[in-house]
């Protein structure tokens, strides 16, 4: 099983849609996560922190599951400047390097 | 300047040349990071840095050699390359090698590399 597993999609999703997307991980000690951006072609980017309350940030919401060992992003009223791919990042317990999911790739067409 | 610059942005070179990627931190940070990014798979760590020390080597092989001269500076030497490592050589920065929701890595804009 891979550390980090996310669906690469991609998701295609008109303007305005409500897209979510999950990540889970194998490492029951992880302690640290995040979601970040990426631009094509462009290098990755903090989107948000994932916190064990759950956080919010405009129209972006993240969430953990530690029982079942997966974080989610949920994406409302999409735009078309939200097309790019998302990266899940956990940080394990013990350990200072964070891992990567392969990214999921998020299209918002008009 | 600010954040993470790295040079070249685009590197083409042969198989039997020597190059080096150059990337800079201008946030005064501890830690410093070279990933590979190769198409449709997830960053690959390379190497880290913590306060100019190699602190992980993620069974890179020797015709990768990293550098870090200052907390500020790391560089990564190439030579004898194959086709197969033609990527996005992406480095970042932390502000230290501690766990925890604060440990946001910064990256740099990358060197897309080719080799022939």
């Known amino acids: 099983r891979k550390e980090v597993e996310q669906d690469p999609g991609p998701f295609n999703v008109p303007e305005g849609a409500t897209v979510a997307f999950n990540c889970t991980y194998s490492?029951?000690?992880?302690?640290?996560f995040f979601w970040y951006r990426q631009d094509c072609r462009k290098e990755p980017k903090l989107l948000m922190s994932v916190y064990s309350s759950g956080n919010e940030d405009g129209r972006f919401t993240a969430q953990l599951n530690r029982a079942s060992q997966y974080i989610s992003l949920l994406i409302r009223d999409s735009k078309l400047s939200d097309s790019a791919t998302y990266l899940c990042v956990v940080g394990a317990g013990g350990s200072y390097i964070p891992t990567f999911g392969r990214g999921t790739s998020l299209i918002v067409h008009p | 300047e600010t954040g993470v610059t790295q040079t070249p942005r685009h590197l083409v070179m042969g198989m039997t040349n020597k190059k080096s990627l150059k990337c800079e931190q201008h946030l005064g940070h501890n830690a410093m990071y070279w990933y590979k990014q190769s198409a449709k798979k997830p960053l690959e760590l390379m190497f880290v840095?913590?306060?100019?020390?190699?602190?992980e080597n993620n069974s890179v092989p020797s015709r990768f050699s990293p550098e870090c001269p200052n907390s500020s500076h790391l560089f990564l030497h190439l030579h004898t390359l194959q086709p197969e490592d033609s990527a996005l050589y992406l480095c970042?920065?932390?502000?230290?090698?501690?766990?925890?929701?604060?440990?946001?890595?910064?990256f740099g804009p990358g060197t897309r590399l080719t080799v022939l």
């Open positions: 840095y913590s306060l100019e020390e190699r602190v």
């Open positions: 490492n029951s000690a992880s302690q640290s």
């Open positions: 970042a920065s932390s502000q230290d090698l501690t766990t925890g929701a604060y440990n946001e890595q910064f």
